[in-house]
Each structure stands twice: as C-alpha cells, then as structure tokens.
C-alpha cells in the first residue's frame, strides 16, 4: 500500500525555536498533503491543504505566519511551527492524497511536539 | 460546514462479541466519502473501511461492516467477532466528494473502543 514518511516523530525544543516537520509520499505523487493537529484525546483538526506548487490553504483560526507550509514537489510537504510557544506543543499528522476522488488520503506517523 | 458527530465517547465488549459505533453527519452535499480511522496507541491512523455516499450497498471488510443510511445521515460500524486487538480510538470521517482528492477529512470526536477479554 502507499506509504507516507514523517518526520520527526518526536521533538522537543525551546519555546521561541522554529521546528521544521517533513512529510514525504514514498510511492506516489502525492498533488495534495494535508495537515492536521490533534490534542491528548481529541480528534484530529485539519489546518490546511497544500497542493503541489502553489500557496496552502489554511483552515479558519490557523495563523498562517505560525505554521508555513511549502509544498515544492510531488514527494514532500513540510510544516514549520515559527517561534513555537508551549500552547503549540501538540501531535501534529500529515496526509497525502492523489487528484483521484475516489483513493484514501494515506495518513503519516505523526510527529509529537513539545515545547518547554 | 459539515459536522461529523460520534455520540459515544467509549464503548466496550466482550471478547468475541459484536459492537456497533454510531456515527451521524451533516451536510448539504449529495455525493461526498465517508470513512472509519483506527487510532491504536501508537497513534497511528489506519483506515478500516469506507464508503462512496452514491453508493447503495454498505460497504464490508472482513470482520468490518457499515450500516450506512443516507437519508438519515447515519453511518454505523459494526465489528464482529471482537478481537483484543481492536482495542483502540474510532474515528469516522467526512470528505466532500469534488472530482478529485483535494478536500481534508472533517472527523467525529472519536469513539475509545474497549476490548474485554
């Protein structure tokens, strides 16, 4: 099946440092990646689309100048928290999916955020 | 704006037995996805079934079933023959169906599914 590579998967940093998180599609183009943030025991919130080439698109209430996403190619989307804080300490999952309506988005490990 | 409410915050069952999560929607689409995710522990998302809203047929997976009622915005799971290893975190989803792949997952608040041995 189509697998998707994120990385980290854990990270701790300083608040006030930037954190870089790669999401990569291994076998497929992924047009579309997904980010999503999940608090303990809650559900997943989407924050934003990213497709291939062009500016993402953020869900309301996600400040677009605390979470850049690029998505320069087919393979790999990244999210970078800037001057992370404590309240962005969070887990922090990426999807991918193709142009084709009916195929799954494929989910990534996720990646667990703490900021001290 | 779609919502995706999951009524039961934990469930549990007997070993071997048969559960049944409930799942409503809201939307004012006619042709849209809709799914079930398994989150175990490790916080992995795994996708346990799925189906196309202009399709009739509910959709089955081995042990995984749908009741998928689209008039009344309803789309249960049904897990059979319990297994421990089905212990874990449900979520059931929403996709606005557009042509193409490129709309997020709008999920439920999830369902901790509790195996009793």
């Known amino acids: 099946g189509a697998v998707v590579s994120q990385h980290p998967s854990w990270v701790i940093c300083k608040s006030g440092t930037s954190v870089k998180i790669e999401c990569r599609s291994l076998d497929f183009q992924a047009t579309t990646m997904f980010w999503y943030r999940q608090f303990p025991k809650k559900s997943l919130m989407l924050m934003a689309t990213?497709?291939?080439?062009?500016?993402?698109?953020?869900e309301q209430g996600v400040e677009k100048d605390k979470f850049l996403i690029n998505h320069a190619s087919l393979t790999l989307s990244t999210l970078t928290v800037t001057s992370a804080h404590p309240e962005d300490s969070s887990f922090y999952i990426c999807?991918?999916?193709?142009?084709?309506?009916?195929?799954?988005?494929?989910f990534g490990d996720g990646t667990r955020l703490s900021i001290l | 704006a779609q919502t995706v409410t999951q009524s039961q915050p934990e469930m549990s069952v007997q070993e071997a037995e048969t559960v049944t999560l409930s799942c409503t929607y809201d939307?004012?689409?006619?042709?849209?996805?809709l799914f079930w995710y398994k989150q175990p522990p490790s916080r992995q998302m795994i996708l346990v079934i799925r189906q196309e809203a202009y399709k009739q047929q509910n959709a089955t997976e081995n042990r995984f079933s749908v009741n998928f009622q689209k008039a009344a915005k309803s789309f249960s799971l049904k897990i059979s023959d319990s297994q421990l290893g089905d212990a874990a975190m449900y979520f059931c989803?929403?996709?606005?169906?557009?042509?193409?792949?490129?709309?997020?997952?709008?999920f439920g608040k999830g369902t901790h599914l509790i195996i009793q041995p």
């Open positions: 989803a929403y996709r606005i169906y557009q042509g193409g792949g490129a709309d997020g997952l709008t």
């Open positions: 939307t004012s689409e006619s042709d849209y996805y």
């Open positions: 999807s991918a999916s193709t142009r084709r309506a009916n195929q799954p988005q494929h």
């Open positions: 990213s497709n291939e080439g062009s500016k993402a698109t953020y």
